[in-house]
């Protein structure tokens, strides 16, 4: 049986999006094509080709006008639609010949409402990939209806998705997903203090870091990304350190609860509140120490103190095998079962 062509729309900003495609595409019995404005990694199964998209966040080169002052949000129905921009434009329509020329089955869209409502438009079903955070605007709740499946990759008993409940039928709750899903954690006593950043930015910089580890003479700092180094695969510091200080990105914080880290999550301004919420959620669940901004240099000391205290239970973030439950999830829209 010729197996199915799943599209994927990986979004550009940060590095999550494409993390969850590298975690769930090993699982995923299906040809994929990727679609992004991103340049193309290495490293990508072979079953995963990987088509660029033009930029549609730069001013238009004809005009010079930013797409920012073209309409963008439709008067409050989209997120970014700008008009008559040629990136907006041609991206839109390159994603539509892939859909048509591969035979598309499904989508996964993570994530656009416009990149949604396009596929289900050209009568594709768009599994679509959700966020947590305040989320009560028209775009998202349209975006979800079009969707045939919503992945939560979070637990549904833990972080609030009110969001979510008109769809809820619709909803698989795979639990955090992580690359980093059944990789053996070192054997051997944790030290020092690991700052985890991520790629979608932040104002820590490495004057924080110096300030911190000053205050705290008898720790070992050391940072990836955020002000510090960036490596493709920090599963070793990771799973080796003390204490762990994150961001509260999705895909961080299945990685911390993958490695079962003692963490200090700190999230950073995103869009809709998505680190805001799940950070407090963390904090309720009592699996990490929750701090809304990068404390002041004198309270690092009782800050760590508390972290190493925690006892946390990360396996209620449910990360084992949450990469296979969403590549299931999709391969079922693909073959047309329970798609509509």
Do not use: C, K
């Not at 990694?41 to 004809?62: F, I, N, Q, S, T």
């Not at 979800?144 to 939560?152: F, I």
């Not at 669940?285 to 972290?307: D, N, Q």
Request: aromatic share 4%.
């Amino acid at each position: 049986m010729t197996r199915p062509t799943v599209a994927w729309y990986v979004h550009h900003h940060g590095s999550g999006h494409l993390g969850r495609l590298r975690a769930v595409a090993p699982h995923l019995d299906a040809e994929v094509v990727a679609l992004s404005t991103l340049p193309e990694p290495a490293g990508l199964p072979a079953h995963v080709d990987w088509v660029r998209l033009e930029r549609d966040d730069e001013p238009d080169p004809g005009t010079g006008r930013s797409p920012a002052d073209a309409d963008p949000a439709a008067g409050g129905l989209l997120h970014w639609a700008p008009l008559l921009h040629p990136g907006h434009r041609g991206r839109l329509a390159r994603i539509a010949r892939e859909l048509d020329t591969r035979g598309a089955a499904a989508v996964v869209v993570d994530v656009s409402v416009e990149v949604t409502v396009l596929a289900r438009l050209l009568g594709v079903p768009p599994v679509l990939v959700a966020q947590p955070g305040v989320r009560d605007d028209e775009p998202h709740a349209l975006g979800l209806r079009a969707a045939a499946r919503v992945l939560a990759p979070w637990p549904a008993d833990v972080v609030p998705a009110p969001h979510l409940d008109a769809v809820r039928d619709r909803v698989v709750f795979t639990g955090g997903i992580s690359r980093f899903d059944g990789r053996e954690v070192p054997a051997g006593e944790r030290h020092g203090v690991l700052v985890l950043g991520g790629r979608g930015g932040s104002g820590v910089t490495a004057e924080h870091l110096d300030a911190a580890a000053r205050v705290t003479p008898g720790h070992r700092w050391t940072a990836l990304g955020a002000g510090g180094t960036w490596t493709d695969d920090p599963w070793h510091a990771l799973a080796s350190a003390g204490t762990v200080v994150s961001y509260a990105g999705q895909n961080s914080v299945a990685d911390l609860a993958v490695a079962g880290a003692r963490a200090v999550v700190v999230p950073q301004d995103r869009p809709f509140d998505e680190q805001a919420v799940t950070a407090r959620a963390l904090g309720r669940a009592g699996l990490a120490v929750v701090e809304p901004a990068w404390p002041e240099p004198a309270r690092w000391p009782e800050v760590l103190e508390r972290a190493e205290a925690l006892e946390p239970d990360w396996s209620v973030w449910g990360t084992s095998g949450a990469a296979a439950r969403a590549a299931e999830a999709i391969a079922d829209v693909a073959r047309g079962r329970g798609a509509w």
